[in-house]
């Protein structure tokens, strides 16, 4: 599993990429993000797009991976500019059809890969055309904004009711690989990280985003030390994995039924609060 970290710090960039992160994520997606997600409890990054030569110069593995906005007309600059500035890969949120992916892989010219963010019901009915685009490493399902889009109460709702699978089913029929959403620690989270990762691990994916859990909104790698000690929650997500691939067919199947159990509990608890 690839691991995706949200930092434009480059001590932060340096200390995560020694313990099996794969991109450092700078985040510089502002447009239409607080109309959205404003009093959903979700992160919502100020990144400097200054950062992304430091954050490069700081990794020795992972790769530097920035989120563009969502297309608007100053995106063929935006995209220009991160990559002179050493973006390795671009991720293009909230698009709503192929021919949207397209202009924009159109401006990227090939000069690197990207990765779309799935997160719109429009880009969910239009995957078929999206898989087979050229340009595009892999692709990722996010659930926050994909839960709004749906009309949805929680995030993993769009994986208990059976969505992610068929998107998965699209994406390995066209051999497109793909992420799904985020990761809390292996034990942490309203659903325990472990259970979590058993899911997408079941579908197919082969990354996910390293949740708030992992970081706590550190300002610096002081406070990130302080809050959260990553090397050994890092280790107990990679011991997660390694033992999830030996589920058998029986186990995977009652670990998704206790996912969707848990996942309903929930969903009642937020409708019933939201009755009260």
Known sequence: MKYFFITDDRDVAAFIDQFGVSFAFIDLEVMGKQERQGGHDTVMSQHDRESIPVVRQALETARTLVRINPLNAGTANEVDFCIDAGAELLMLPMFRSALELEQVIRFVGGRVPIIPLVETVGAVQDLQRIVALEGIEQLHFGLNDLRLDLGLSFLFESVANGLIDKVAETCHQASMPFGVGGVARAAGGLIPGKMVLGEYLRVGAI????????????????????????????????????????????????????????VRQVVAFKKASVAA
């Not at 406070?223 to 090397?231: E, G, H, N």
């Not at 999830?244 to 039924?257: C, G, H, T, V, Y």
């Open 207 to 262: 990354a996910t985003i390293l949740s708030r859990d992992f970081h706590h909104r550190a300002k610096n790698l002081a406070d990130l030390r302080a809050k959260v000690d990553f090397p050994d929650e890092m280790a107990q997500l990679k011991q997660a994995e390694a033992e999830l691939l030996q589920r058998n067919l029986q186990e995977i199947e009652a670990d998704r039924s206790e996912f969707v159990r848990r």
